[in-house]
């Protein structure tokens, strides 16, 4: 049986976008991933009374200290993005929905592990993944942009995937090395490490039917709990999700106020 | 590490030249992975916040100061990522590296 | 005098009974167990007479107190978890609501069958945000007074070959009876094997289907008083809740001393290793320290079963809730100690891929945090407005592992609790100066809001909401710290000199359960106290004592 896999990101234009089209795929396979354009989800109240509830006070501390203007614009939007997508799902609202970090710096939801979610974002696009299938990281970077030549290919690619971009025609090598970026980028972030996992410890086959994480050498990697997919957004940007599926089989409720268990919550309150 | 011949700096301590020396380089590095040869780039400029890196520009920069200072030798990126928050403390740490590296 | 000889001597059985197990299965390789080698495993633990561990002593076994059964698994759970879980301590999960509320003939009845080798199994009722393991279950009618099972449930584990069933079945009028049933006594055709359910993990554990066709239930199967089922499973889950971390601790355990064995026989040398990195030794002392965070709450909710039955429910399911979480993340920290070898499916170092994917099964998933989250948010506005900060602290035996226990009432055991177990530690604390008092000033902090959020809450309203349940998540890590603290304390006052009566462990403990909390204090602690942690757990992986509260020492495989 094939493994389940993320599917093609589905475009979310505003807080009041079509999200009819995210709780379905996410229904049926369990995972979806969204995406949408930083100058789209900017809002127009930005005072304190506004943001503050809505990033919670983590990310609005984080926020007051960023200087850098896109640095800054990326990271609202993506939060926005994120929270709105986090509250669809579990039924709520986004100033109720607690977005936590690990010390790694990996995102998660306090307390609602129903769906596991990871956020990615580069100029103006950004990118939020839900799976209620187990562990979930997504990655997106512009298809154009420049990495051969830059020491990335040395830094993060296995001798296997080396000679696999080698091997290409020089005017495919760069965007199939963004392409092995994004998926190493997805699985590190999946199991919460980012950078700390070495990318020369993993790789990746670029065949388009299916994806495998390969050892250095090429031999194979992750077991069939693991499933990679790589999707070309509007033809500028490359996202990659990595999916973890631990083997619960479909869960089709995620909504936050269904979590407890009516029958239990009897007895544990006496009324039983 | 190529000693300053430069009068104004005589009377610096070897400790303070090489100082100087790693901080231009790192320095260097980063306008070079921005590819901004003149943005405003200081030891208190955070990364992240106030530079715009996410983590392919934190693996360049690992890459073009592994090239400008070769005595550091080949760094790890997991080891240091904690470190580069600022570039004064990622100078710190690669300060510590060459001090281990010496010993 | 007299009471602390037989104190030692309880220790000791278990000492004593810890260490056979871990010469037993000694020859047995970690972590790699299928097929022929899991059943030669198996028959290993029937040699001993695994199965009377799961037994009261007052039926003939040799179960005297939850945290000793805790510890007694271990040694089968370290080498792997579909041995020591899924031949082992489900047996006993499955047999509480016997020891629970069970008649003498059913204890008798289910004592004679751990003892002689037989299984039991569990098919436990639907609740809500289910998976595929507690989705379907089975349905009880009643015909002119007699009773009869019905349905098909899809993952039962030892479905096929468990003699024993304890069956949550849902009545029409929505109640719920706990039946013991034996299968070797039904009519034919009243229960058929449907098919294996395969997992990734777990996957020497043999989950499958039953299915029930007009199976006829006498009146001597019900369990406990009838049309009560649904609380009986409720009080059995509290002790079921108390024990999961210990599987999980022995597990974590491998995957610790998988990652320090790779550390040291591959990249000792190197100066980017694991050994040498501040990276590397941050991810291994930190394994440590939630191997100990989680032991210390373990141990509390075991040992509350004996001292504070009716009040334990809330630690119980903050252990639950909160460990599988910790060690969890601990192992992803712990693959890029391993990097490529993470992928090993096998040899020296497999045993760490296949614990990563064995963890999440036995944690049960959203499933089991949705049930002991509502465990916790039933109570904790209560204890918030009238417990938390007001209460005495807990009975100084709960937190010292050594010291022998009154035998279990479990009839006892209520589903919730109107004095908090085990967060007035952090008040009896708040005299410590230095850094670890200021630790626990912050951890005090928090419990403060916590009570603040809480006290709003109109018991039984508003609970099911994802603020609402950020707090029960909180609460668990708070809970986890008081309970390290106490065991910290305990062991200074009583056992000076070990290691576990050292700061540098709950300091570094803290630490780390502060910045899950966010709270406001430094990173890391100060490099001593890493470095004296960063000792231990190189020490005891050369001198094979296991990474928690007990240092077992480990045979060599």
Not at chain 1, 53 to 71: A, E, K, T, Y
Not at chain 3, 334 to 356: C, H, I, P, Q, W
Not at chain 3, 457 to 469: H, M, Q, R, V, Y
């Amino acid at each position: 049986m094939a493994a389940p896999t993320a599917g093609a990101p589905v475009l979310v234009s505003g807080p009041e976008g079509q999200w009819d089209e995210v709780l379905r795929p996410l229904a049926a396979r369990g995972t979806v991933v969204t995406y949408g354009r930083v100058a789209d989800w900017l809002p127009e109240e930005t005072e304190e009374r506004v943001l503050r509830p809505l990033l919670g006070p983590r990310d609005w501390g984080r926020f007051q200290r960023l200087s850098h203007r896109r640095v800054r614009e990326g990271f609202l939007a993506s939060r926005l993005l994120l929270k709105h997508t986090a509250a669809r799902v579990l039924a709520s609202s986004p100033e109720s929905v607690d977005l936590a970090y690990k010390p790694g710096g990996r995102p998660y939801l306090r307390g609602c592990d129903q769906i596991d979610i990871s956020l990615s974002h580069t100029e103006e696009v950004m990118v939020v993944g839900v799976t209620r299938r187990g562990l979930l990281g997504v990655d997106v970077e512009r298809a154009e942009r420049p990495m051969v030549g830059t020491g990335v290919e040395f830094q993060a690619c296995t001798p296997h995937e080396r000679e696999l971009l080698e091997s290409l025609p020089e005017r495919t090598r760069n965007s199939a090395l963004v392409r092995l970026w994004t998926l190493k980028e997805a699985y590190s972030k999946a199991i919460g490490q980012g950078l700390r996992f070495r990318f020369t410890e993993f790789g990746f086959t670029l065949d388009d039917a299916r994806i495998r994480l390969q050892r250095p050498d090429g031999s194979p990697g992750t077991g069939p709990e693991w499933s990679f997919g790589t999707y070309a957004l509007e033809s500028d940007y490359v996202v990659s999700a990595a999916l973890r599926d631990e083997g619960f089989g479909a869960a089709a409720d995620t909504a936050a106020d269904t979590t407890l268990d009516q029958s239990l919550l009897g007895v544990l309150l006496g009324r039983l | 590490m190529s000693a300053h011949a430069d009068d104004t700096h005589a009377d610096n301590t070897h400790a303070d030249n090489q100082s100087g020396d790693l901080i231009s380089a790192v320095v260097q590095a980063v306008r070079r992975v921005i590819d901004d040869p003149v943005a405003e780039v200081g030891t208190d400029s955070l990364l992240r916040e106030d530079l715009g890196f996410d983590s392919v520009l934190i693996m360049q920069l690992k890459y073009r100061v592994e090239q400008a200072v070769p005595e550091l030798g080949e760094l790890s990126l997991p080891d240091m990522v904690d470190s580069m928050t600022s570039v004064g403390s990622l100078v710190a740490y690669l300060r510590d590296r060459l001090v281990k590296a010496a010993v | 005098m007299e009471r602390s000889v037989r104190a030692t001597t309880a220790e000791a059985r278990l000492r004593s009974r810890t260490d056979e197990l871990e010469r037993v299965l000694a020859p047995l390789p970690t972590g790699a167990l299928a097929g022929e080698s899991l059943a030669r495993a198996e028959r290993l633990l029937d040699d001993c007479q695994f199965g009377a561990e799961f037994v009261p002593v007052e039926f003939g076994g040799r179960l005297e107190r939850i945290d000793g059964l805790g510890r007694v698994v271990r040694p089968a759970c370290r080498r792997d978890l579909s041995l020591g879980f899924g031949y082992g301590l489900n047996c006993y999960f499955a047999s509480t609501p016997v020891w629970v509320a069970g008649d003498l003939a059913q204890r008798e009845w289910t004592a004679a069958l751990l003892l002689g080798g037989g299984r039991m199994a569990v098919a436990r009722p639907a609740v809500a945000h289910a998976n595929d393991f507690v989705r379907d279950e089975f349905a009880l009618v009643k015909d002119d007074g007699r009773r009869r099972l019905d349905g098909a449930k899809t993952a039962v584990l030892n479905y096929a070959r468990a003699r024993g069933l304890t069956v949550i079945a849902s009545a029409e009028d929505g109640t719920h009876e706990v039946l013991l049933i034996d299968r070797e006594i039904l009519p034919e055709g009243a229960l058929r094997i449907l098919h294996r359910y395969r997992t990734v993990g777990l996957d020497g554990c043999e989950f499958g289907g039953l299915e029930f066709a007009g199976c006829p239930v006498p009146d001597e199967a019900v369990v406990g008083e009838a049309g009560q089922g649904m609380g009986l499973a409720v009080r059995c889950s509290v002790v079921t809740r108390a024990l999961l971390p210990s599987a999980l601790i022995a597990a974590a355990d491998t995957v610790l001393r998988t990652a320090i064995r790779f550390a040291v026989e591959t990249r000792g040398e190197d100066p980017y290793g694991p050994l040498r990195s501040p990276y590397g030794r941050e991810v291994l002392t930190g394994a440590l320290l939630d191997l100990l965070i989680s032991d210390s709450i373990a141990l509390a909710a075991a040992r509350g079963i004996h001292l504070l039955p009716d009040r334990v429910s809330a630690c119980a399911a903050a252990a639950a809730y909160t460990v599988p979480k910790l060690l969890q993340d601990s192992a992803h920290d712990l693959s890029t100690v391993l990097g490529e070898a993470y992928f090993d499916a096998k040899g020296r170092y497999g045993a760490f891929g296949r614990m990563v994917r064995d963890l999440p099964l036995l944690a049960q998933g959203h499933a089991g945090t949705a049930a002991r989250q509502a465990m916790l948010v039933a109570q904790l506005p209560q204890l918030a407005r009238e417990s938390w900060l007001v209460d005495d602290e807990p009975p100084a035996a709960l937190l010292r592992p050594w010291e022998d226990l009154p035998p279990a009432d479990l009839a006892a055991l209520t589903p919730a609790g109107s004095s908090d177990p085990i967060v007035p530690v952090l008040s009896a604390c708040a005299g410590l100066g230095g850094e670890l008092g200021e630790l626990v000033t912050a951890f005090l902090g928090e419990l403060r809001k916590l009570r603040g959020r809480f006290a709003k809450i109109t018991p039984g309203d508003g609970l099911s909401t994802p603020d609402t349940l950020a707090l029960t998540d909180r609460y668990a890590l708070v809970c986890a710290a008081a309970a390290s603290l106490g065991v910290w304390r305990e062991h200074r006052d009583a056992r000076p000199g070990t290691f576990l009566a050292d700061p540098a462990w709950i300091t570094g403990a803290l630490h780390r359960l502060g910045a899950l909390l966010g709270l406001d204090i430094p990173k890391a602690p100060q490099e001593d106290v890493e470095r004296r942690l960063f000792d231990a757990v190189l020490e005891r992986y050369e001198q094979r004592r296991s990474y928690d509260l007990y240092e077992t020492t480990l045979a060599e495989s």
